[in-house]
């Protein structure tokens, strides 16, 4: 009988399991914390041995091949030790590819992954392709392999989940960007990090293709050190090459297989150039599994994207509020910022992260009208943007700093929650601190009838 041994019980570690029972595996699941009561469930139910709140490190040596969660470090002891034994340590999505024949659209980049993954399911699904969506968006890969396969698999893969791949070899690979972001996994070295990233095309031969943002240095810089065999496919806010795609901004140009389809941005359900950027990498993934230029407009027409990623609340007395809570790092948040013309009352703030403000001024000065400052040490932030945005507020409250957007802004103006910052000082996660925006500007409609 196999064996298998799993290092974390959150969603992709009871994937795998489940996956692995199924297929006559034996298992045994270990994690440190505590397990969440519905999983222990599932695991019981499964018949699959687990254990919390600790690691039976002799136990889980004791196995010939380990998958870890995406969360826990290299640096981890017991996955320290089983490397020291050969011990293969993988990742769940590298484990789901053995037992699936469907191609693989691998999504990664350090912004805007999770929508364009979104997007090029939507579109494909919209094509009638038979498609999936895993990997770091919704239920996770082994989980539905369980269920059963699909002809397409759109997967959204970080950094740490690539460490783990040893044979994944996707038929589209996508690397939206690369900006600086979880540098304490990678020694501190942005080279490390951006091996990382493009380990993605390690299996990849000329079969396949590879589309990529055409002005990010850090992704030109990481592949002038690889040999990258896939056919590749550049995305441009500058220019347009063969078999690639533009953003002139007012409308988007894909090059494909010899024929021009263009796309006027006012067709479409998102707008702003970071949109655009994702428009063009799903666009150009979705239109190379096979749909047509018919279904990618129809698509681009009618996707939403998902919750607290540049979401529209509501207009209220001529002020329209956006939550882009997901907006936890630098770059993320200039995306957000430069998406619109309108004044801007910007709520940001939480747990900094080495952030480097100096990038956020080009659209931070003569644009932000107000920012309010939203975290328990506001002291880096109010000190960058002194003097630059005329107000500068700041509070612990949700509901105070979604009053003051109200009460600060005018007719055309636009408050923005993108943090640029971790959500832990305040809130649980990104999620609840969007979930509280959205309930306080639900409240403000209230007071205001």
Same mark, same amino acid.
């Given at each position: 009988?196999?064996?298998? =041994? ?99 659209? =691998? ?343």
């Amino acid at each position: 009988m196999k064996r298998i =041994a799993i290092l974390g019980a959150g969603e992709s570690g009871i994937g795998a399991a489940l996956l692995a029972k199924v297929n006559g595996y034996e298992v045994f699941v270990s994690d440190g914390g505590s397990i969440k009561e519905h999983r222990k469930q599932q695991l019981e139910d499964a018949g699959v041995d687990f254990e919390e709140g600790g690691h039976d490190a002799e136990r889980l040596l004791g196995f010939p091949e380990m998958i870890k969660s995406p969360g826990i470090p290299y640096s981890h002891p017991v996955v320290k030790a089983a490397m020291e034994q050969d011990i293969p340590v993988i990742d769940e999505l590298e484990f789901a590819y053995g037992f699936s024949r469907g191609r693989v659209i =691998a999504i990664t980049g350090t912004n805007g992954k999770t929508t364009t993954a979104m997007l090029t399911y939507h579109l494909m699904k919209t094509g009638g392709l038979d498609v999936g969506l895993g990997g770091n968006v919704g239920q996770s890969w082994a989980s539905q392999l369980v269920q059963g396969d699909h002809d397409w698999w759109v997967l959204e893969v970080s950094s740490f989940q690539i460490d783990g791949f040893r044979s994944l070899k996707p038929k589209v690979a996508v690397l939206t960007n690369i900006t600086p972001d979880h540098l304490d996994r990678y020694d501190y070295k942005m080279d490390h990090y951006v091996q990382s990233k493009l380990g993605l095309l390690k299996q990849m031969d000329e079969e396949d293709d590879f589309i990529y943002y055409r002005e990010d240095q850090h992704t030109w810089q990481g592949m002038s050190q690889i040999n990258v065999r896939p056919k590749i496919h550049e995305i441009s806010l500058e220019t347009i090459g063969k078999d690639g795609g533009l953003f002139n901004g007012t409308e988007v140009k894909l090059n494909f297989r010899n024929h021009m389809i263009s796309i006027p941005e006012r067709e479409m359900a998102m707008k702003g150039n970071h949109n655009m950027l994702n428009v063009m990498c799903a666009s150009t993934a979705a239109l190379l599994a096979g749909i047509s230029e018919e279904a990618l407009k129809a698509g681009l027409a009618d996707f939403k994207n998902a919750p607290h990623r540049m979401e529209l609340v509501r207009e209220l007395e001529g002020v329209t509020f956006i939550n882009d809570s997901k907006g936890t790092n630098v770059d993320a948040t200039v995306y957000a910022l430069s998406t619109f013309k309108e004044p801007l009352i910007w709520i940001a703030g939480g747990v900094d992260k080495g952030n480097d403000y100096e990038t956020l001024m080009p659209v931070v000065k003569d644009h932000v009208k107000v920012l309010i400052c939203l975290g328990k040490d506001n002291k880096k932030l109010k000190t960058a943007f002194e003097g630059v945005v005329p107000e500068i507020l700041e509070t612990q409250e949700m509901a105070a700093a979604v009053q003051w957007g109200l009460e600060k802004g005018a007719k055309g103006d636009v408050v923005l929650l993108s943090p640029a910052c971790a959500s832990f000082d305040l809130f649980k996660n990104y999620e609840d601190r969007g979930d509280q925006f959205k309930e306080a500007v639900k409240q403000l409609k209230l007071k205001a009838l």
